[in-house]
């Protein structure tokens, strides 16, 4: 197993060390997913934080009429469904892969030893929870502010890395407007 980006993305983040690092990787697991699979349920509860090597995922939830679209995530990123993980609670969201994934995932008890155990690995997960209710919070305030036209102009400007990788449908459900709506806004480019 091969957890070189992984460690260079922590280290991005904090320089942990090395024995935090060993007792870190030693509980990692690597799995593999494909297109359509689920790496977590509605109604299930979230036990792992996420490492993505490779591929793309989106974490939504289905209001019973569409799909509400809350992030994607691509390589390179730390992800989880944080309020499930961390209130033990099942989760109304879902994480679903959009292309092939090879994720490695940590399961939250192996987190809280490490946490107890190393003052920096509290650190290190401190912040990456961190980085959640800041990005929702600018989420919300994009969705209530901002027309589906800025927010299609936003998305093209922060993610141009993912507007060939994720579907119309997709890109709609983020946006919050329909696909002709989102048509539309396309063809006046």
Known sequence: MNSTRF?????????????????????????TYRKGDFLLKGDETCRYFYFLEKGLVKLFFDNGDKDFIMTFFAENSFFTELSGFLTGRPSKYMIVALEPCEVFRVHKDHIEGLCKKYHTAETLFSKLYSKAPVNMMGRISEMLEDDGKKRYNNFLKQRPDLVQRISLGDMADYIGITQVSLSRIRAQK
């Open 7 to 31: 460690i260079q993305t922590i280290e991005n983040i904090i320089k942990p060390e090395p024995s935090v690092m060993e007792d870190l990787v030693s509980g990692l697991e690597l799995k």
